[in-house]
């Protein structure tokens, strides 16, 4: 059995406090700076494992982990930066060419079969832990009122795998005209049915039920299942359909209607692309991994990528700066925020940005802008009994360790999902309805650090019968930047996601909320007596409850990211002047040199990212090998 142990209130981390001030002064984890396995940062002992690399499906020696870490990596012909969804993919697909030679660089640590990642419902652990970048916006101006600073916390995957490892596990496609509308603004190649097959090439479908050889992939190394949820689920389910949608397959032929979540989570483990696609190709002799690798830029000569600069084992007084060459390509998968940084680090970003700070400019091109990401609200939905997730037991400790069962195999609760158009002329779904079966507690808060105290304490919860019910706009119009804050590469990057800033983005969660009203005062969640909970925010008392001021006054209090950015990268046309990289992901003046990660999306797909993510890398991984032949 695995025995964790998490404190009760998080005292001994001060990056769990409601949160860091807003220099970060006193927050030891908010730089880059902090060492490859977390050690400096007191965040990193929330939790204490008895097995360092292990979990119910691999050896309990570790033995088969991919852990290769050198201390000077030979020079590759491909040099991948970041070893989360999109590089651990790319590594593996490249390296399946025995003659190409791939070195792997990521920047935290290798922890392949860790308890507290393999395990569904610990998603809340990974944050502001030793796994997460632990990234935080700038203050908001239109949003974030019930933060502490107004400040929005971004976790990221800093661990092979990436936010594979620390994500929701949602498997979601999108709809088909989000990938077509990136084909007709210039992504050539990248249509709805330009990417289906590389989405079915990434997945194996284990429910026969949704195994239709038109839409859906077997042979894949993502294990796709859906997992049955508790009573709730199914009335959420039935529920929705009482509107009018349908129960079907959200990433088949149609996306519109309502499901059972649909989840990369295999014999009660999560599946991450590290366990998927790096673990099986880790042993290849043409294949260096080497974890603990912070990079600082990318060299460029004449023009040309020509070698990488980086710390091993994290920016520490013990720490080498090394340098490796590279004879093909250097592929950036740091994400939307750490791909966009490296970028300008090196000297590829707007011109006047690098000239304040003193960087020499090499290629002026729009990096950095064009940030998007997905906003949540949260309802909190009493009924008048138990109807979620149990408290974890010992029993279910025992249930977990021995089937896979249980709710520690549930993905953060999260286990019924719709997608539905609120408006009639729409043409696919604008929103994301998600059930979450947990108890409404302030044990939930922790999916939302940050909440300011007189919020959090105006709360008079319990532990009271109930879920959460989310409701997801999916397509903002708000547009963010990332910056750099100085040219010191151990400094984090400024992210100033500017949610809210649009007036459609606010309409658009309203809509969400009120549809997901019908769905509570539907027949099925009215037998379970389900009630919006009426405990008001305070700074919008002097509304009247549920009318649209007073939502709005809480939208822009309580909204809350899904952990969705992208689109800080731009894939678009050569002649596009918004466009980072053209449709091959080659960064536009800079040979050698691709991003491969949802940074390079266009406009943000509707419905969870990293599946599209996955895609994103098995199309760049056949486009790189057809480049290079």
Same mark, same amino acid.
């Given at each position: 059995?695995?025995?964790?142990?998490?404190?009760?209130?998080?005292?001994?981390?001060?990056?769990?406090?409601?949160?860091?001030?807003?220099?970060?002064?006193?927050?030891?984890?908010?730089?880059?700076?902090? /060492?490859?396995?977390?050690?400096?940062?007191?965040?990193?002992?929330?939790?204490?494992?008895?097995?360092?690399?292990? $979990?119910?499906?691999?050896?309990?020696?570790?033995?088969?982990?991919?852990?290769?870490?050198?201390?000077?990596?030979?020079?590759?012909?491909?040099?991948?930066?970041?070893?989360?969804?999109?590089?651990?993919?790319?590594a593996?697909?490249?390296? &399946?060419?025995? /003659?190409?030679?791939?070195?792997?660089?990521?920047?935290?640590?290798?922890?392949?079969?860790?308890a507290?990642?393999?395990?569904?419902?610990?998603?809340?652990?990974?944050f502001?832990?030793?796994?997460?970048?632990?990234?935080?916006?700038e203050?908001?101006?239109?949003?974030?009122?019930?933060?502490?600073?107004?400040?929005?916390?971004?976790?990221?995957?800093?661990?092979?795998?990436?936010?594979?490892?620390?994500?929701?596990?949602?498997?979601?496609?999108?709809?088909?005209?989000?990938?077509?509308?990136?084909?007709?603004?210039?992504?050539?190649?990248? /249509?709805?049915?330009?990417? +289906?097959?590389?989405?079915?090439?990434?997945?194996d479908?284990?429910?026969?039920?949704?195994a239709?050889? %038109?839409?859906?992939?077997?042979?894949?190394?993502?294990?796709?299942?859906?997992?049955?949820?508790?009573?709730?689920?199914?009335?959420?389910?039935?529920?929705?359909? $009482?509107?009018?949608?349908?129960?079907? %397959?959200?990433?088949?032929?149609?996306?519109?209607?309502?499901?059972?979540?649909? $989840?990369?989570?295999?014999?009660?483990?999560?599946? /991450?692309?590290?366990?998927?696609?790096?673990?099986?190709?880790?042993?290849?002799?043409?294949?260096?991994?080497?974890?603990?690798?912070?990079?600082?830029?990318?060299?460029?000569?004449?023009?040309?990528?020509?070698?990488?600069?980086?710390?091993?084992?994290?920016?520490?007084?013990?720490?080498?700066?090394?340098?490796?060459?590279?004879?093909? &390509?250097?592929?950036?998968?740091a994400?939307?925020?750490?791909?966009?940084?490296?970028?300008?680090?090196?000297?590829?970003?707007?011109?006047?940005?690098?000239? $304040?700070?003193?960087?020499?400019?090499?290629?002026?091109?729009?990096?950095?802008?064009?940030?998007?990401?997905?906003?949540?609200?949260?309802?909190?939905?009493?009924?008048?009994?138990?109807?979620?997730?149990?408290?974890?037991?010992?029993?279910?400790? +025992?249930e977990?360790?021995?089937?896979?069962?249980?709710?520690?195999?549930?993905p953060?609760?999260?286990?019924?999902? =719709?997608?539905?158009?609120?408006?009639?002329?729409?043409?696919?779904?604008?929103?994301?309805?998600? =059930?979450? &079966?947990?108890s409404? %507690?302030?044990k939930?808060?922790?999916?939302?650090?940050?909440?300011?105290?007189?919020?959090?304490?105006?709360?008079?919860?319990?532990?009271?019968?109930g !879920?959460?019910?989310?409701?997801?706009?999916?397509?903002?119009?708000?547009?963010? #930047?990332?910056? +750099?804050?100085?040219?010191?590469?151990?400094?984090?990057?400024?992210?100033d996601?500017?949610?809210?800033?649009?007036?459609?983005?606010? &309409?658009g969660?309203?809509?969400?909320?009120?549809?997901?009203?019908?769905?509570?005062?539907?027949?099925?969640?009215?037998?379970l007596?389900?009630?919006?909970?009426?405990?008001?925010?305070?700074?919008?008392?002097? !509304?009247p !409850?549920?009318?649209?001021?007073?939502?709005?006054?809480?939208?822009?209090?309580?909204?809350?990211?899904?952990?969705?950015?992208?689109?800080?990268?731009?894939?678009?046309? #050569?002649?596009?002047?918004?466009?980072?990289?053209?449709?091959?992901?080659?960064?536009?003046?800079?040979?050698?040199?691709?991003?491969?990660?949802?940074?390079?999306?266009? #406009?943000?797909?509707?419905?969870?990212?990293?599946?599209?993510?996955?895609?994103?890398?098995?199309?760049?991984?056949?486009?790189?090998?057809?480049?290079?032949?």
């Amino acid at each position: 059995m695995y025995i964790w142990h998490i404190p009760a209130d998080g005292a001994d981390c001060p990056c769990t406090s409601r949160h860091s001030p807003a220099d970060g002064a006193d927050c030891p984890c908010t730089s880059r700076d902090s /060492s490859a396995d977390g050690s400096g940062c007191p965040c990193a002992q929330q939790m204490e494992l008895v097995a360092p690399c292990t $979990s119910r499906h691999s050896p309990t020696d570790g033995a088969d982990c991919p852990c290769t870490s050198r201390d000077s990596p030979a020079d590759g012909a491909d040099c991948l930066v970041g070893g989360g969804s999109a590089g651990c993919v790319l590594a593996a697909r490249l390296s &399946e060419n025995g /003659s190409r030679t791939v070195l792997l660089l990521e920047a935290g640590p290798n922890d392949v079969g860790q308890a507290v990642l393999d395990t569904p419902l610990r998603v809340p652990d990974t944050f502001l832990s030793r796994f997460d970048w632990m990234f935080y916006s700038e203050p908001q101006k239109f949003s974030a009122k019930g933060l502490e600073a107004q400040r929005v916390y971004l976790p990221r995957g800093r661990v092979l795998g990436g936010s594979s490892q620390i994500n929701y596990m949602q498997w979601s496609r999108g709809h088909r005209r989000d990938y077509d509308r990136w084909a007709e603004s210039g992504a050539d190649g990248w /249509s709805y049915r330009g990417v +289906l097959p590389y989405f079915m090439k990434s997945e194996d479908t284990i429910p026969k039920h949704l195994a239709n050889k %038109d839409y859906r992939g077997t042979q894949g190394p993502m294990k796709i299942t859906q997992l049955r949820g508790y009573e709730i689920a199914d009335a959420f389910i039935e529920s929705v359909k $009482s509107l009018g949608y349908k129960e079907r %397959d959200y990433n088949g032929e149609e996306q519109e209607g309502v499901s059972h979540t649909q $989840s990369n989570i295999y014999r009660g483990e999560r599946w /991450s692309t590290a366990r998927a696609y790096l673990w099986p190709a880790a042993t290849r002799e043409n294949l260096d991994i080497v974890t603990g690798a912070l990079v600082h830029k990318i060299l460029i000569e004449r023009g040309r990528a020509v070698a990488v600069r980086f710390h091993k084992d994290g920016a520490t007084a013990t720490g080498k700066l090394q340098k490796v060459k590279v004879k093909r &390509e250097v592929i950036l998968s740091a994400g939307a925020f750490g791909s966009p940084q490296l970028l300008m680090l090196s000297g590829i970003g707007p011109k006047d940005h690098l000239v $304040s700070l003193d960087i020499p400019v090499i290629s002026d091109l729009p990096v950095g802008n064009n940030l998007q990401d997905h906003l949540i609200n949260f309802l909190l939905v009493n009924t008048n009994v138990s109807v979620g997730l149990p408290t974890v037991s010992l029993y279910h400790q +025992l249930e977990y360790q021995t089937f896979g069962t249980g709710p520690l195999s549930s993905p953060g609760g999260n286990d019924g999902i =719709a997608y539905v158009r609120t408006l009639p002329h729409l043409e696919q779904p604008d929103v994301q309805l998600t =059930a979450v &079966e947990v108890s409404l %507690d302030k044990k939930f808060m922790k999916v939302m650090p940050g909440i300011n105290t007189e919020l959090l304490q105006s709360w008079r919860m319990s532990d009271k019968p109930g !879920f959460l019910l989310l409701a997801c706009f999916l397509q903002p119009k708000s547009r963010g #930047t990332v910056r +750099l804050r100085s040219s010191n590469p151990l400094d984090y990057p400024s992210i100033d996601p500017a949610y809210l800033s649009e007036d459609d983005d606010l &309409e658009g969660i309203l809509r969400a909320v009120r549809l997901a009203q019908q769905v509570i005062n539907s027949e099925p969640l009215k037998k379970l007596g389900a009630t919006i909970d009426p405990e008001p925010v305070p700074s919008c008392k002097d !509304f009247p !409850f549920d009318t649209d001021q007073y939502w709005k006054c809480v939208i822009r209090h309580l909204e809350a990211t899904t952990h969705h950015p992208v689109g800080t990268c731009k894939m678009g046309a #050569t002649d596009d002047v918004t466009a980072v990289v053209d449709s091959r992901l080659r960064v536009k003046g800079v040979k050698g040199l691709r991003v491969v990660d949802a940074s390079v999306m266009p #406009t943000i797909i509707s419905a969870n990212t990293n599946a599209p993510t996955i895609m994103i890398a098995e199309k760049a991984s056949d486009m790189i090998q057809q480049d290079n032949h």
